[in-house]
């Protein structure tokens, strides 16, 4: 029996998760010719308490590699706005409808194509991410997995 594997609040595991992920959004956007890309993470400073206060290192490094594997996830215009305004609440009801508007959603509440990652790397019972999925069913818009 091997090391168990590490809390994924931990930096190891939260950086490989982003590894991992950003290896995924690089494929789906090649497959899809898409050159725009916007992500809605608890990895965000001041997007939830997920990754607050001990957490908080962790959760940058992931995001910093993320962004460095996906550049075009860094300092979107988009992002910017989304991230000036000044209610959390707000900004939720923001990224939803630009995860549901957009052409394709990548989400950890979709069925998964490597389980053991995406219980490893996300919440798989996210409320927020299963009503984006469902919003985008209901619209007949696409949603792959993440993981």
């Known amino acids: 029996m091997g090391d168990p594997l590490p809390n994924s609040s931990a930096r190891d595991a939260l950086t490989r998760c982003a590894l991992w ?49 996906v550049p075009n996830l860094q300092s979107t215009r988009l992002q910017a706005l989304v991230g000036a305004l000044g209610d959390a609440g ?14 394709l959603l990548l989400s950890s509440s979709s069925p998964c194509m490597d389980c053991a990652r995406a219980r490893r790397c996300s919440k798989l019972n996210s409320a927020f991410g299963s009503h984006l999925v ?14």
């Open 21 to 69: 992920a950003g290896r995924r959004v690089k494929q789906v956007m090649a497959a899809h010719g898409f050159d725009q890309v916007y992500i809605a993470t608890d990895l965000r400073a001041q997007a939830s308490g997920s990754y607050a206060g001990a957490r908080r290192p962790a959760a940058a490094a992931a995001l910093a590699r993320l962004e460095r594997i």
């Open 134 to 147: 469902a919003r985008r069913t209901s619209y007949q818009r696409p949603s792959e997995a993440l993981f």
């Open 90 to 103: 707000v900004r939720a009801g923001v990224e939803a409808a630009i995860c549901i508007r957009s052409d």
